[in-house]
């Protein structure tokens, strides 16, 4: 019996996923929980396996096209049917619409409304028949049916008419589709990003291509500007001598691979460091709500990692709590399943204090932008060998320029520069045992 | 308030203007002695004498030239169509004279020309014609449908009153059938005015003599099935009420233009323009025209019944057109 691939809600929040990558062909055999497709959400980005072993009958959904979640990607069919797949071969395969030749950008461009074949099979039929391979119904995309009225409500209202299901003729997005839309926007859909200010759309007389932002670029562009328009930011630069985790590293490191199986980095470290710092200093840890100051009883540090499309941060939970090795572990582990799209939606969710690692690529520091609704965040520059004067002699340390965004809101500067300095001090005078 | 015909009001109308100024006169075919031919002007000669109700010879060239004179020598003549069909015999006197004079050299020319247009009285080709919009084409003329009683007498005081040409089309199937309460006392209706007759939200019809009632009853009926129709009578086809027939379409954002005229060239096309012009982002669907079919009216019934737009028709649009 054919199996229905749907496209998977991750987390409570999340009301739609891109298929940015089919992982088998049409026609290809797959086992069960084998990866099967790539997606990108809100939340996050994540490969799905298959539901069913057999044959992949039928695609529904393209690459790069979004779709709500529950909507059926593709069907798989089972054993019998994969024999009978195989024996028609041909059709199979022209169900696989996109066109090699053109650039995925083009295809995605277009407003994409769920081609109703999608629809169709949903709750109505829940035991088909093998899905109709032989004319195989051309997945429609581009065109969302509306009206003169609807475009201009979509336009004032900065609605992606995608997003609005049409109840009209064929489909068709009406007056009253969109008007219940605005009324209410499915909880789970993001609004868009904020309406574009007047005047500040450029005209480029250039040749230009344009490319839809992938939902995470879609909800970093968000968060980034919400963030600046909520926290007041102010910025502090420290420059910690890295002398004593350079030894450490290098005198512990070996012995640290052997026992937990994972090499010994600088981020931990920093990690413990802020750890530290924040039992001193909680504010540092806290949130704004309305007029209060909302303390959190756990730390729990995200860690900004960045991805080829974007940036992720996973939070290590309960980060006061582990020990040195423990952190290294959760980070590593994190930061791995992060860019193999294996991140859950509770690894993402929940953090208390962020740190950020600009220096990665030579940055010397860099100003970050708080992930709300935090209230600070520590970036870590490159490190490297300075001169710097010791004693009145110049010496070559290793050094690192640390910068704290604050929420000048509820943190001073003074407050700001304590923590800072005590970071500085737990980093130059690391006492705690790492193994 | 007295309950009387569409007719009684017109002639209601027509005999306050006479008793309230002596410069207005009638004249046309069988108006005095026979009281016209669907008795408009009957007990006129009686009351105001064979100088202000003069009985013409069978020419509408004849009619309109001398009202035309008349109203240059400062009268204000109010000439009455046998039938609105002939008054293609008066064409001449009517878009060439009548319509460009105050244009071309300055004097006013306060005519009236009145007169039974429509069909759905098995009229046949000639007796049953919505010839409106060969007026409505011709700048300098006004073009008056009244689809009420209370109107009838209302915008033919104000036609009268007016100081150029008025082309005023009254529905003949509305004459003895439409009865309703109407003043005694002296009113008008401006010109240029439509008027909304019914409330609505989903799609607005806008219409005009006696398709008003056609429309009303399709809105009728709908309501039981949860469509509301909003229905304006334009009342004035020439100058229009531009303003109404836009915010009836902005409210609605659908609409039917409803016309018992045929198709091609009707009033529901000028409107369409003016909608498509200045409400196109306020449409949630096509502009719909619901009209008789460009033919002749036909003379039998069965065949004029299916030439005339009906409730049916209206409903049948209309839910299409919600649908979409």
Redesign the interface.
């Known amino acids: 019996m054919p199996t229905k691939v749907i496209m998977p809600q991750m987390g409570e929040s999340v009301a739609e996923g891109t298929v940015t990558k089919w992982l088998k062909k049409v026609g290809a055999r797959v086992e069960r929980d084998e990866p099967l497709f790539e997606i990108s959400t809100d939340k996050v980005d994540a490969e799905i396996p298959s539901p069913a072993s057999g044959v992949l009958a039928k695609i529904l959904v393209r690459e790069n096209e979004t779709v709500a979640v529950n909507t059926v990607v593709a069907w798989i069919d089972g054993e019998a049917e994969a024999e009978a797949v195989g024996a028609e071969g041909a059709p199979a395969t022209a169900v696989e619409a996109p066109p090699p030749a053109l650039p995925a950008p083009a295809l995605a461009a277009q407003p994409s409304a769920p081609p109703p074949a999608v629809h169709a099979p949903a709750p109505s039929h829940p035991v088909m028949p093998a899905p109709p391979l032989a004319p195989p119904a051309p997945t429609v995309t581009g065109k969302v049916r509306s009206s003169p009225l609807v475009r201009r409500i979509a336009r004032e209202h900065n609605v992606d008419l995608a997003r609005v299901r049409g109840t009209g003729l064929g489909g068709r997005i009406s007056k009253k589709d969109i008007l219940a839309y605005l009324a209410h926007p499915a909880a789970a859909v993001p609004a868009a990003a904020p309406p574009p200010q007047p005047g500040a759309r450029m005209v480029f007389s250039a040749p230009t291509e344009v490319v839809p932002m992938t939902p995470m670029r879609r909800q970093i562009a968000e968060h980034m500007m919400a963030s600046k328009h909520t926290s007041a930011h102010v910025s502090t630069v420290f420059e910690v001598e890295m002398t004593r985790i350079v030894e450490i590293i290098a005198r512990r490191g070996e012995e640290f691979e052997r026992r937990h199986g994972l090499k010994l980095t600088y981020t931990p470290f920093f990690v413990r460091a802020a750890i530290e710092a924040i039992k001193e200093f909680p504010i540092l840890n806290s949130s704004v709500e309305g007029t209060n100051i909302v303390y959190k009883r756990d730390v729990n540090i995200g860690i900004a990692v960045a991805l080829e499309t974007g940036l992720i941060v996973p939070v290590v939970k309960r980060a006061g709590e582990k020990n040195f090795p423990g952190i290294a572990r959760t980070v590593r582990d994190l930061a791995d399943r992060a860019r193999t799209k294996h991140l859950s939606v509770d690894d993402v969710q929940g953090g208390t204090f962020t740190i950020t690692n600009p220096g990665v690529f030579g940055g010397l520091f860099g100003t970050p932008i708080i992930n709300q609704p935090q209230v600070a965040i520590l970036g870590v520059g490159a490190i490297e060998k300075r001169p710097v004067v010791r004693h009145d002699a110049i010496a070559i340390r290793p050094m690192v320029y640390l910068v704290l965004t604050f929420d000048h809101r509820i943190i001073d500067g003074a407050v700001a520069d304590q923590f800072m300095s005590r970071i500085k001090a737990v980093l130059e005078n690391w006492e705690e045992a790492v193994l | 308030m007295p309950v009387m015909t569409y007719l009684d009001a017109l002639r209601q109308g027509i005999w306050e203007e006479m008793e309230r100024d002596p410069s207005v006169f009638l004249l046309g075919e069988d108006i005095g002695v026979y009281g016209g031919a669907f008795k408009v002007t009957a007990g006129m000669l009686e009351k105001f004498g064979p100088e202000r109700v003069i009985d013409t010879p069978i020419s509408e060239s004849a009619i309109v030239g001398a009202a035309v004179g008349a109203a240059l020598m400062g009268l204000r003549p109010v000439a009455e169509m046998q039938f609105m069909d002939f008054i293609s015999c008066g064409f001449n006197q009517v878009v060439n004279m009548a319509a460009k004079i105050h244009y071309r050299w300055g004097p006013k020319v306060p005519i009236v020309i009145r007169g039974p247009s429509g069909a759905g009285v098995h009229g046949g080709p000639f007796h049953s014609q919505s010839n409106e919009m060969w007026f409505v084409h011709t700048p300098g003329l006004k073009v008056v449908a009244p689809a009420t009683a209370y109107d009838a007498k209302g915008l033919i005081k104000a036609a009268i009153r007016d100081d150029n040409p008025v082309i005023f089309f009254e529905h003949k199937f509305l004459y003895r059938r439409l009865k309703e309460e109407v003043p005694e006392e002296d009113y008008v209706v401006p010109l240029g005015q439509a008027a909304v007759r019914r409330e609505g939200t989903d799609i607005a019809v806008i219409t005009y003599g006696a398709m008003v009632w056609t429309a009303l009853e399709a809105a009728e009926q709908l309501e039981k099935e949860g469509l509301s129709l909003e229905v304006v009578d334009l009342r004035t086809l020439l100058p229009y009420d531009e303003q109404t027939v836009l915010e009836s379409v902005r409210k609605c954002?659908k609409v039917i233009l409803l016309h018992e005229d045929t198709r091609t060239g009707g009033m529901a096309g000028e409107l369409a323009a003016l909608i498509a012009e200045k409400a196109?982002?306020?449409?949630?669907?096509p502009i719909v025209r619901v009209t008789a079919p460009d033919t002749p009216v036909p003379y039998s019934p069965p065949l004029e019944e299916y030439f005339l737009p009906s409730a049916q028709k209206v409903a049948a649009a209309a839910r299409a057109l919600a649908?979409?």
Request: proline share 0%; glycine share 12%.
């Open positions: 954002s196109f982002e306020d449409l949630d669907g649908e979409y």
